[in-house]
């Protein structure tokens, strides 16, 4: 009898088992599928490569990683370009010089040149 207990907690215990390990399997591929856009592809395959994933598996979620991160950048180049062009730079460097002062300082040194020292040189 204490046999049967025993080989049902085994039964309980294993798909608990498997759950939990399962579901810190999903939380990983989860968290390198976000971090995917900040990471190199070889830091993303040895983080990957922890999670003894098959070789399809893994492949499949490098080029998933890199057709985010391309869409990523895509989109923030694209925001980045639009700001860019609503600025008016003229306008904006006229506020800024009736605001500011400009002072320019130069420092000339003339300096004969040596004549035997221009003819070793060539």
């Not at 080989?7 to 968290?31: A, I, M, N, W």
């Not at 830091?43 to 990957?48: A, C, I, P, W």
């Not at 598996?57 to 890199?66: K, M, P």
């Not at 700001?83 to 003229?90: A, E, G």
């Amino acid at each position: 009898m204490a046999s049967d207990s025993n080989s049902k907690k085994d039964e309980k215990e294993s798909p608990g088992d498997l759950k939990g390990l399962l579901g810190d399997t999903v939380k990983k591929v989860f968290t390198a599928g976000v971090s995917a856009a900040f990471m190199s592809e070889e830091g993303l395959k040895s983080y990957l490569s922890e999670l003894k994933l098959p070789k399809e598996a893994l492949n499949l979620l490098i080029q998933g990683a890199n057709k985010s991160k391309d869409e990523i950048t895509g989109r923030v180049t694209k925001e980045v370009v639009s700001i860019i062009q609503k600025i008016d730079f003229v306008k904006e460097f006229s506020k800024f010089a009736e605001t500011h002062k400009f002072k320019i300082s130069a420092e000339i040194d003339i300096i004969k040149k040596d004549p035997a020292k221009d003819s070793k040189e060539s």
